[in-house]
């Protein structure tokens, strides 16, 4: 019998998939249940599913849909209080906290506040850190002062005024924002939860239905204040160390320890040109960098730019530190005189303020109505504003290329490259429709035009005639890698995802030519200073590709339109000898859906028995060992991708009895019952006792004329039958028994 709960767990992991059929998960929208906001994953008829990310109101303008952000909760600190007024020390428990981010302060009256380090206290007394939570005694106080630490960001600050008679305070820190997730799912049949994890089971999301969902308890304690504080400190406090943060932000690794409370060592300057010819002049002869420009007839313009610049020269000279880095340099800047009136109005711009973006070529990239003072965040480095400004300039430098009737081969790779792997925001408005145009809040981006067939058959051409090439050239092969996996330039130029053509496929034969050479260069990018072209095994990214564009759909057409040429892939990734656990674990899907569409497995059990014979055969070694070599060849560096070893075996187990049952159903498939009853005792060897494996076997040895040897196993199948097992599956395993013995199977 094949085990559903399991497959349910492998399609969950890849993304467009649909739900595997079970007898125990409803279908119907579930909440997220962590705090603040939430998720809805809604599961849909046709066995499709949706993760909604949702946060409050919305308004609709023109043809512009703005969604409005609901205020954060004020109080990310949940206290709860035990008073005792006998107790002579306040007993702190801080469960499961980020220790090298927190601070803990305690003041009486209006003495000076005394903070500690929540890891140093936890050093002090549990050195090997053998304990989550950290629990320790401080003397009485009058206030407790909480700090989250943020590098590069406002520290958060919470005061609480504690009661006299306190004894134990208990402290959760709780986060109210939800990352982008690389999903894997479980379903707790006890609990009727589903948990939604990144990482395989690494802190998980825990989904209710929403019709069992409850209010989000919440805190009565309050603190009597909040602060938001840039680059927090105190007197004494240590020099922040990088390592003590376990965030994504980035850092200068030229420094062992970053000095983030005193003043940076490089005195950062902005030249301000005189002349808008000649910022515009020296902008292009920097090539990487935006030219910002000004535009403000108050009284207080100058003063104003001045101080702006000022702030500007501080935080980018922050992030330098000790010696000059043009990676944080990526703008100038220019304030506009009543001598750039004739260019003002010849790029028709008539505000008496506002913001005029351009990059080296002198291009207009976005326009904004508002102040330099209003948007001075958005001039940063680390900043989503300034990866608009990228992929807007890529677009304009593809369209430059696009219409330059003598642009080389060389120019086409590095646009084609360049538009495709570019960092796109999350928040680029691809239409500079005029709702935005009103609002100070956003920045209006210059729109490019493009045609699709145009670009597509310039990419044909480009594709074609590098066929015979004799070596890869490594910014084609990454812009095909992109393009394969809809994160290149037509998902970034036009906002769509794409069905493979014959020209993907053509692109992925030069990768399959190339395949040794191109897994070279990867892995002395992954070993020196360059960045690695992908993760892993190039046959890992074109099978998760392959996989992943079957659920894709263009303009009516689905991707299992392209299921006879994806075969045909696999096979070739085989047939080469470069098919790794990742591609056949994708091809068996790819197998398990194909034969579910059309009921007919055949091909399915075929290349799965040339699979068992060359990796899993116990005729070749033992049965373990075998899988062990296996694992081997997995990278440890993605090893929590497939679950870890229990899982891989788990796996491998399954996929035998999933076959084997095949044969069961159907009695085109008669021929390969020996091979079938080899696979079932295999999945038994891999994980014993197992009644749904059981099941299989027992069929398998009644079809095959084994009776007694059938019923023995049937009834091992009904003796191993747990709460687990769902009460339907149960009755049928039952069934299955009586009737073979009283021979009406």
Wanted: charged share 25%.
């Amino acid at each position: 019998m094949r085990n559903y709960i399991w497959s349910f767990l492998l399609f969950f992991c890849v993304v467009f998939a649909s739900f595997s059929q079970t007898k125990t998960i409803e279908k119907g929208t579930y909440i997220s249940t962590n705090k603040g906001q939430k998720i809805k994953l809604n599961l849909l008829d046709n066995n499709k599913y949706e993760l909604v990310f949702y946060s409050g109101d919305y308004k609709i303008k023109g043809d512009s849909l703005v969604f409005i952000q609901n205020k954060k909760g004020e109080n990310s600190f949940n206290l709860t209080y035990k008073n005792d007024n006998k107790a002579q020390k306040i007993k702190i428990k801080f469960i499961d906290p980020s220790f090298y981010s927190f601070y803990i302060g305690t003041q009486k009256g209006s003495e000076a506040v005394q903070y500690e380090r929540l890891s140093d206290i936890k050093t002090k007394l549990d050195p090997e850190w053998t304990t989550t939570d950290t629990e320790f005694e401080i003397d009485r106080t009058d206030y407790l002062y909480l700090v989250f630490e943020e590098y590069e960001a406002k520290s958060t600050i919470s005061k609480f005024a504690l009661p006299k008679d306190v004894s134990e305070i208990t402290i959760r820190y709780e986060l109210d924002e939800v990352n982008d997730l690389n999903l894997a799912g479980f379903y707790d049949k006890k609990t009727n939860e589903l948990q939604i994890s990144e990482h395989a089971g690494k802190n998980p999301i825990t989904f209710i239905n929403s019709k069992d969902a409850k209010p989000d308890a919440v805190s009565n304690i309050k603190p009597i204040e909040n602060q938001s504080v840039l680059q927090w400190t105190y007197p004494g406090k240590e020099a922040l160390v990088k390592e003590d943060f376990a965030t994504d932000v980035q850092v200068d690794t030229t420094a062992t320890v970053v000095e983030a409370y005193q003043k940076p060592k490089f005195d950062f300057k902005i030249k301000i040109e005189n002349n808008l010819k000649k910022a515009i002049e020296v902008t292009k002869n920097a090539k990487s960098k935006f030219l910002v420009i000004a535009i403000d007839k108050n009284p207080s313009a100058k003063a104003d730019f001045e101080n702006f610049i000022k702030d500007q020269e501080s935080q980018v000279g922050y992030y330098m530190y000790d010696s000059y880095n043009p990676q944080y340099d990526a703008f100038n800047y220019y304030l506009a005189t009543a001598n750039d009136k004739k260019w003002l109005k010849a790029n028709k711009i008539s505000n008496d303020t506002g913001i005029v973006v351009l990059n080296a070529n002198g291009d207009i990239l976005a326009t904004a109505k508002s102040s330099l003072s209003d948007k001075k965040s958005e001039f940063n480095y680390y900043e989503n504003f300034y990866k608009s400004l990228q992929i807007t300039d890529a677009f304009f430098a593809f369209k430059n290329v696009q219409k330059n009737k003598k642009v080389t081969d060389a120019d086409l790779v590095t646009a084609f490259y360049k538009a495709a792997a570019t960092e796109l925001p999350y928040d680029y408005h691809y239409e500079a429709d005029s709702a935005y145009v009103d609002e100070v809040t956003y920045f209006k981006y210059t729109k490019i035009g493009l045609d699709k067939k145009e670009i597509s058959q310039i990419w044909k051409k480009l594709i074609e005639a590098h066929q015979k090439d004799a070596k890869p050239n490594r910014y084609l092969a990454e812009t095909i890698l992109y393009e394969i996996k809809n994160q290149g330039f037509y998902k970034h130029l036009f906002n769509e995802d794409r069905v493979l053509n014959d020209t993907d496929f053509l692109a992925i034969d030069y990768l399959l030519k190339h395949y040794d050479a191109i897994q070279g260069m990867n892995s002395a990018n992954e070993q020196g200073e360059a960045i690695a072209m992908y993760m892993g095994t190039l046959s890992s990214e074109i099978s998760s590709s392959l996989q992943q564009n079957i659920y894709i759909s263009q303009d009516g057409v689905e991707g299992s339109v392209n299921k006879n040429k994806i075969g045909v892939l696999y096979k070739k990734l085989i047939n080469y000898g470069k098919s790794n656990y990742d591609s056949y674990k994708n091809y068996f899907t790819f197998l398990t859906s194909q034969g579910e569409n059309s009921n007919n497995d055949v091909e399915l059990i075929r290349e799965f028995s040339t699979y068992f014979d060359k990796y899993l055969s116990a005729e070749k070694g033992n049965v373990i060992q075998r899988l062990d070599d296996l694992y081997a060849t997995i990278d440890t560096e993605f090893e929590y991708s497939y679950g870890g070893w229990n899982a891989f075996k788990e796996y491998h187990s399954n996929l035998a009895n999933s076959v084997a049952w095949q044969i069961t159903l159907k009695p085109e498939n008669a021929s390969y019952i020996k091979d079938a009853i080899i696979w079932s005792e295999y999945s038994l060897i891999v994980t014993k006792n197992n009644p749904y494996y059981l099941d299989t076997l027992a069929q398998l040895y009644y079809k095959d004329g084994q009776k007694d040897k059938a019923i023995t196993t049937q009834k091992l199948a009904v003796k191993f039958l747990t709460s687990e097992i769902d009460e339907q599956t149960a009755v049928e395993i039952r069934e299955t028994l009586n009737k073979m013995e009283n021979g009406t199977y």
